[in-house]
């Protein structure tokens, strides 16, 4: 990226990085913002792929579908590489068009992908069957040498979680409980919610101990509060005089 701004005079490169940097920053946390951020960087060096690809990535991630194929499209002519193909398939997906993305996956590009690139075409065609309502082929999809390895990837997790996923849509529970078992495994770095899935199949139910403090303060200042109350009615009664029987003598 810092070589394709060099090609800028020297200020504008800097502001550019800038906002490239903050995209980068923000695009997990606050997308909206990154997004922001990108078309600033868009308005500034549109020339440049990588400043392109940034502006895809954050408007994928704020779900402006159309807007982020149209600006992958431009970074990969201008790059002539293919590594967008996977995310440029699911921006299809999200257009309400898993046909296209099914046959970005039959395409000669995807066997120029490397082997990360391929996992993820492959989670992509997935997500497509299911779309389109097949849920067999979206398991079958799945099945491949990486999902048989033991070797643990930067993608294991997510491809193991996928087909748990996708085990569970066909009803098939037990083994779907065991591969998000494989996912929890594999995940290092809490990249998927395979825990919390395992706890929901076992039946396991969570407690807000913040809430059950909050609940017993509750009970407790309402139990404090009706004793001071009981209290005050007692000294009260101790307070008042007591009516005399005693009355004139006739």
């Known amino acids: 990226m810092r070589q394709e701004l060099m ?4 200020g504008l490169a800097e502001e550019v990085a800038r906002n490239l940097v903050m995209v980068a920053n923000l695009l997990d946390e606050d997308p909206d913002q990154a997004y922001e951020y990108s078309r600033i960087a868009l308005r500034l060096a549109s ?4 400043v392109r690809e940034a502006a895809g990535f954050a408007a994928y991630a704020t779900a402006k579908y159309s807007e982020a194929l149209a600006e992958f499209r ?8 293919v590594e967008l193909w996977p995310v440029m398939a699911d921006c299809e997906r999200g257009m309400g068009r898993p046909e296209r993305a099914l046959a970005m996956a039959g395409e000669p590009e995807v066997q120029k992908l490397d082997k990360a690139g391929q996992v993820e075409m492959r989670l992509v065609a997935a997500g497509a069957r299911k779309d389109m309502g097949q849920a067999d082929a979206a398991v079958v ?11 643990i990837q930067p993608w294991t997790a997510r491809l193991r979680y996928a087909y748990a996923e996708a085990l569970l849509d066909v009803g098939r529970e037990t083994e779907a409980r065991e591969w998000f078992a ?3 495994e594999a995940d290092q770095g809490g ?49 008042k005089p007591e009516s005399g029987s005693s009355g004139s003598q006739g």
């Open 7 to 10: 090609s800028l005079p020297k």
């Open 47 to 50: 020339r440049v792929a990588a």
């Open 74 to 81: 431009a970074a990969r002519r201008m790059t002539g590489s």
């Open 141 to 151: 999809t799945l099945q491949s040498p990486e999902l048989a390895s033991n070797s």
């Open 182 to 184: 494989k996912a929890l």
């Open 191 to 239: 990249t998927t919610n395979a825990s919390d899935r395992l706890a929901e199949l076992d039946g396991v139910e969570f407690t807000d101990a913040l809430e059950e403090d909050e609940t017993e303060a509750g009970t407790e200042t309402t139990a404090d509060a009706e004793a001071e109350d009981v209290k005050a009615d007692d000294a009260e009664s101790e307070s």
